[in-house]
């Protein structure tokens, strides 16, 4: 079973300003790599899949990058509604596993 | 509307069995993978169940011999059929379309308390 993890477990950010989050797999998942996006008592929300496709819907701010083991969603711009948890999960081994998210909160 | 809608979470004790449902709109469950994957409280995502457009399921190891999934077509529904519940197994438990590996739609989830 692939490991993913999500270093750091939160992130402080102004509104306005680029956030960086990463995802680490344990072994190469190619770019078989999705995000997702879960406000509080909310079902998670796709936002990106193929590491770099955004999700339909999904605003131009977000964009994903990455390859093999090493994984990046960049906010370009936070807006107050993107202060949420993120989730990468990789789909390139079964079973299919998440990291455990990274809460992106205002700083 | 494209959704999914939950039913059936509810308390009950360790050692008992809940079924929990989740219904389709505008799409078919039969060709579709549909899965079911859990949220205990305050954690992450786990994967727990699929089922195939062939009518295979597959499932974690965690509930494998416990859990079963299943779909009736007719009623464009699927099923988890959770047996012999453990404190473990409490989580809300989502619904959701696969597409390919990634998870496009999600239900609202259903919430699973098991507590004596």
């Known amino acids: 079973e692939i490991t993913m993890t999500q270093p750091p477990v939160t992130l402080s950010i102004s509104p306005g300003e680029r956030a960086t989050l990463s995802c680490r797999a344990s072994q190469s998942v190619s770019s078989n790599l999705a995000w997702y996006q879960q406000k509080p008592d909310q079902p998670p929300r796709l936002l990106m899949y193929?590491?770099?496709t955004r999700a339909t819907g999904v605003p131009a701010r977000f964009s994903g990058s990455g390859s093999g083991t090493e994984f990046t969603l960049t906010i370009s711009s936070l807006q107050s509604e993107d202060f949420a948890v993120y989730y990468c999960q990789q789909y390139n081994n079964w079973p299919w596993t998440f990291g455990q998210g990274t809460k992106v909160e205002i700083k | 509307e494209v959704q999914l809608v939950e039913s059936g979470g509810g308390l009950v004790q360790p050692g008992g069995s809940l079924r929990l449902s989740c219904t389709a709109s505008?799409?078919?469950?039969?060709?579709?993978?549909m899965t079911w994957v859990r949220q205990a409280p305050g954690r992450g995502l786990e994967w727990v169940s699929v089922?195939?457009?062939?009518?295979?399921?597959y499932h974690a190891d965690s509930v494998k011999g416990r859990f079963t999934i299943s779909r009736d077509n007719h009623k464009n529904t699927v099923y988890l059929q959770m047996n012999s519940l453990r404190t473990e197994d409490a989580a809300v438990y989502f619904c959701a379309r696969e597409e390919g590996g990634y998870f496009d739609l999600w239900g609202q989830g259903t919430l699973v308390t098991v507590s004596s």
């Open positions: 193929g590491a770099s």
């Open positions: 505008e799409f078919s469950v039969s060709l579709n993978y």
């Open positions: 089922i195939y457009t062939s009518g295979s399921t």
